[in-house]
T-cell receptor, first 112, second 117 residues
Framework: EDKVVQSPLSLVVHEGDTVTLNCSYE??????LLWYKQEKKAPTFLFML????IEKKSGRLSSILDKKELSSILNITATQTGDSAIYLC????????????FGKGTKLTVNP | NAGVTQTPKFQVLKTGQSMTLQCAQD?????MSWYRQDPGMGLRLIHY???????DQGEVPNGYNVSRSTTEDFPLRLLSAAPSQTSVYFC????????????????FGNGTRLTVT
């Protein structure tokens, strides 16, 4: 039973489109939710979300956490081919356990 | 600025062979971990360590051993490789993970692609 579910699993868009990636989770008590971008090698950190309703923004990327809906979204506006990657969501649990739980990721392909 | 270094980058083993995947970090991170990534499965935690001398199992520990004799190094050992262990392995580290102070993202190495035939 997956605790972190990402949707869609894959997405193909054209340059300039805006995309919204979803991350839903079952755990109600957690420290933070992380977003990573993975191109060909190591995942690279995008955002850490700890408070509901506060948007984090970096250039064309933004993310927000909704603890009431047990979900987070990652938005990318004016997509570019360089945004093509797997986007991973991870939950940092409470209670001293350091077993981060990752979703399966969303594979985004941006075509020129 | 090395960060997290994994070696080797690629490895091919025959069933039954043993090997060690190396991971070193130069950021004085207490927390280190090993993940495997398979198509459609995301990142799954194998083993992790919250400090030198301390290790614990993750989600998929069978077939793997770890040790943490120093803060910098966290090797992953495959004692008898099986085709099911064909995967990409990532090592990751972060700062202190004690209750209330863990608030930093994982730093990943570039991965080791392992094929077991």
């Amino acid at each position: 039973e997956d605790k972190v579910v990402q949707s869609p699993l894959s997405l193909v868009v054209h340059e300039g489109d805006t995309v919204t990636l979803n991350c839903s989770y079952e755990v109600t008590n957690f420290r933070s939710l992380l977003w990573y971008k993975q191109e060909k090698k190591a995942p690279t950190f995008l955002f850490m979300l700890t408070s509901s309703g506060i948007e984090k923004k970096s250039g064309r990327l933004s993310s927000i956490l909704d603890k009431k809906e047990l979900s987070s979204i990652l938005n990318i506006t004016a997509t570019q081919t360089g945004d093509s990657a797997i986007y991973l969501c991870a939950l940092v649990p409470q209670g001293g356990s350091e077993k981060l739980v990752f979703g399966k990721g969303t594979k985004l392909t941006v075509n020129p | 600025n090395a960060g997290v270094t994994q070696t080797p980058k690629f490895q091919v083993l025959k069933t039954g062979q043993s090997m060690t995947l190396q991971c070193a970090q130069d950021m004085n991170h207490e927390y280190m971990s090993w993940y495997r990534q398979d198509p459609g499965m995301g990142l799954r935690l194998i083993h992790y360590s919250v400090g030198a001398g301390i290790t614990d199992q993750g989600e998929v520990p069978n077939g793997y051993n770890v040790s943490r004799s120093t803060t910098e190094d966290f090797p992953l050992r495959l004692l008898s490789a099986a085709p099911s262990q064909t995967s990409v392995y990532f090592c990751a580290s972060s700062y202190s993970v004690f209750e209330g102070s863990y608030n930093s993202p994982l730093h990943f190495g570039n991965g080791t692609r392992l094929t077991v035939t």
